[in-house]
């Protein structure tokens, strides 16, 4: 069926991302795959760094690919690349007058770095009454921490995460991925969608959404902070177990390791039943959450002996058989072939600017109406710079002295 919508939901929005790396990126991604305009700028090339290269640096991170980092071609696809020095007074020129015609404007510097450009919320709210600023940093921008440098990991740490990430008496370990940074991300997006309903319901008022990366982490930790405040209960590591809840683990197989969740009271039933406990799905102590808690060792060794003399296949495909919530620990090459992942569209091949295709994840959220999408590739650094200046209003000439000046690149 055809949409009934023309356009993408956010179509007309017009964004500017100052920020780098994963953080302001990561939403400025986001709001583009829903048809946002996201003008990126980029820091160009000092030509008194020879051999350093210009523009965000996650352009140089991980596995690089005729010349760039296939992650950049995920984390920009959807921008228009504009390579304009901040440091210079006349490039903070062109980015108020670029800001001046915005709707939002995304940034993820150390606090103090806009107004120090001459960029304050006050300062561009003169500017632009109904500009929404989007400011994500390690702690905020008030507090005793406001200017001590924060990344992501520091975040994961401050908000709880990483104590719990491990193995009882264990180094706690990363998640894997950058998971303090994309939360981040994730709820500056919903700020700056909520912000701008408010803007159109409310008179068109723009402002300020001021996002730290440790609260991002630490808004996802649960009861965390109830259990220790009714209780004095500080939640520990776990490994792969969730504690108070049982049984929900990792079990071993003879090719892998399958996680389960049979923690639903009649979901225990069916676990122990096709495993051949039937002794343990009888029991009246097991019938609830509370008991099985009690026994949680004996009823995790009871499963992972099952799972031990199986394949995960085999497991997979007997506690399906039983209605029981099972899932093989995927690799990158189990989502490349899975054919649910390729049946909704959550693999999808791009091309490239640097004559390549590479498969990268699809949309999420999926829409029904105004489906998010993929218009452009991700753009070599400065890649937009003239046209994004000639819709702003300078002409060849102006173009021209600012990249004879080294504003522009």
Not at 5 to 30: D, Y
Not at 107 to 124: A, I
Not at 346 to 362: A, E, F, N
Request: aromatic fraction near 6%; glycine fraction near 12%; hydrophobic fraction near 40%.
């Amino acid at each position: 069926m055809d949409s009934p919508f023309s356009s993408s939901a956010l179509h007309g929005v017009r964004v500017i991302e100052m920020g780098q790396l994963i953080a302001g990126p990561f939403c400025g991604k986001t709001l583009g795959e829903f048809g946002a305009e996201i003008i990126k700028i980029e820091a160009p090339a000092d030509p008194e760094r020879p051999g350093v290269p210009g523009g965000d640096p996650l352009r140089n991170w991980r596995l690089i690919k005729e010349g760039t980092s296939v992650w950049w071609q995920v984390q920009s696809r959807n921008k228009r690349s504009v390579a304009l020095d901040l440091r210079q007074a006349e490039g903070q020129d062109i980015a108020r007058r670029l800001i001046a015609e915005a709707d939002v404007l995304i940034e993820n510097f150390r606090p103090g770095t806009l107004e120090g450009w001459g960029m304050s919320p006050d300062e561009l709210h003169a500017l632009n009454p109904g500009l929404v600023i989007l400011r994500i940093s390690g702690y905020g921008q008030t507090g005793p921490y406001r200017d001590l440098p924060g990344f992501g990991v520091i975040g994961e740490a401050m908000g709880g995460l990483r104590h719990l990430t491990a193995e009882p008496g264990r180094v706690p370990v990363r998640v894997g991925v950058s998971i303090g940074d994309t939360l981040a991300a994730l709820h500056g997006a919903i700020g700056v969608l909520t912000a701008l309903y408010h803007r159109k319901v409310n008179g068109g008022q723009g402002q300020v959404i001021d996002v730290a990366l440790h609260e991002a982490v630490f808004n996802v930790m649960e009861s965390l902070i109830p259990e220790y405040s009714a209780f004095g209960a500080v939640r520990e590591a776990a490994g792969s177990a969730l504690p108070g809840i049982a049984p929900s683990n990792a079990y071993p197989c003879t090719d892998g390791w399958v996680l389960v969740a049979g923690n639903g009271d009649s979901i225990f039933k069916r676990l122990m039943a096709a495993i051949g406990r039937q002794d343990l799905a009888d029991a009246p102590d097991l019938g609830s959450n509370t008991g099985r808690v009690a026994r949680v060792a004996e009823i995790d060794a009871a499963i992972g002996s099952w799972t031990a003399a199986r394949s995960v296949q085999q497991v997979m495909e007997t506690l399906g058989g039983a209605r029981v919530p099972a899932g093989k620990v995927y690799t990158a090459r189990d989502i490349a072939e899975d054919p649910h992942y390729q049946a909704r569209d959550m693999l999808l091949t791009q091309q490239t600017r640097d004559g390549y295709s590479v498969q990268v994840p699809g949309i999420v959220p999926k829409l029904s109406g105004t489906p998010g999408s993929i218009r452009s590739s991700a753009p070599h650094l400065g890649d937009d710079t003239d046209a994004v200046l000639a819709e702003a209003g300078l002409t060849a000439e102006q173009i021209g002295l600012l990249r004879s000046k080294g504003v522009i690149q």
